[in-house]
């Protein structure tokens, strides 16, 4: 009997504070193209979904919904003359599938077809989460770029040109670069990514989640953004802006081979002055012992 009002005292506190929630499963994909690109589509089949169970987790779904479908288009294909040829793969997200072209290197911020798929299926899960309404291109691969694990030196180097060069540049500005040359695309990617992370640091892991909830139930960008972040897009830009002057701008110059042998210059002065200062304080030293050592051998002297 007692074993059993355990029992029921445990089943009533799983009720109570509900079950352990279950690892989120990764999104699931089909791929197709013609025979040749079959090597390639039997490469990306075998990816292991888990390693975008994290996307899920930072656009907010607790699903990743249907099947993404995933085209492999040739080189020489009417859709790959279509498009520009620095493009190496786009995502249709509110249809759900991705366009892939194999023969082409992929470029910033992805560097090998494994990621560039997983960089498009996550634009895919990031327009599920949001219902399917619009958002800002720089929110979008901003968001996408946030995925990727860490934050390269490519990442660092091409933010910091970007505000060296232009300076501040307003975020809707940036929508206008990712239809430009391969220049402007590689900085709009850089600072979309940079913000992107500054939002998810200052204003916590789930900020993104929050946006896209706010847009799914039917509200404005800027209005979900005001309501998920506690302020408006344009003092978080602010902020953000004033926060990359300073890192940009002040500390690569810190770190510069100028200011790195100025420096060390410094250093050596300060330890020479210090080395003399020590050199003098010892004889002193010795001079005060050589004339106490005198002064008792005088006194020790017989008198006659």
């Known amino acids: 009997m007692f074993h059993l009002r355990r029992i029921l005292y445990l089943f009533l506190l799983l ?10 499963a990764g999104p699931h994909w089909e791929v197709e193209g013609p025979p040749e690109l079959e090597p390639v589509a039997r490469r990306l089949r075998r990816l292991d979904p888990g390693r975008l169970a994290d996307t899920l987790r930072l656009v907010g779904l607790e699903q990743a919904g249907s099947p993404i479908r995933v085209f492999l288009a ?11 040829p620095w493009v190496a ?3 249709v997200g509110e249809h759900g599938f991705v366009v ?30 949001a219902g399917g309404h619009p958002l800002p291109r720089w929110f979008h691969e901003g968001t996408a770029m946030a995925t990727e694990i860490g934050w390269s030196f490519e990442d660092w ?3 910091s040109v970007a505000v060296m060069a232009g300076g501040a540049v307003p975020l809707a500005e940036l929508d206008r670069w990712f239809a430009g040359g391969t220049g402007e695309v590689g900085r709009a990617y850089a600072v979309s990514g940079a913000f992107v992370r500054y939002l998810l640091e200052e204003y916590g892991e789930s900020t993104v989640a929050a946006v896209l909830d706010e847009v799914a139930a039917g509200l404005p960008f800027e209005e979900a953004f ?14 953000f802006w004033r926060y990359q002057t300073l890192w940009y701008r002040w500390v690569p110059a810190l770190t510069s081979s100028f200011t790195l042998w100025l420096g060390i210059t410094l250093l050596a002065l300060y330890a020479i002055r210090r080395r003399r200062q020590r050199d003098a304080a010892l004889r ?20 006659h």
């Open 157 to 159: 180097s091409r933010a």
């Open 15 to 24: 009720l109570a504070f509900g079950l352990p929630a279950q690892e989120r």
């Open 89 to 91: 793969g786009y995502a």
């Open 100 to 129: 892939l072209f194999p023969s082409r290197t992929p470029s910033y911020p992805d560097s090998s077809l494994e990621d560039l798929f997983r960089h498009e299926v996550t634009h895919v899960l990031i327009a599920r989460a």
């Open 284 to 303: 002193r030293l010795w001079e005060e012992e050589e004339e106490r050592r005198l002064a008792e051998s005088t006194s020790d002297e017989p008198v």
């Open 226 to 239: 005001a309501r998920a972040t506690g302020t408006t897009l344009a003092r978080a830009e602010s902020a």
């Open 74 to 84: 040739p080189g020489d294909s009417d859709l790959a003359r279509r498009t520009p």
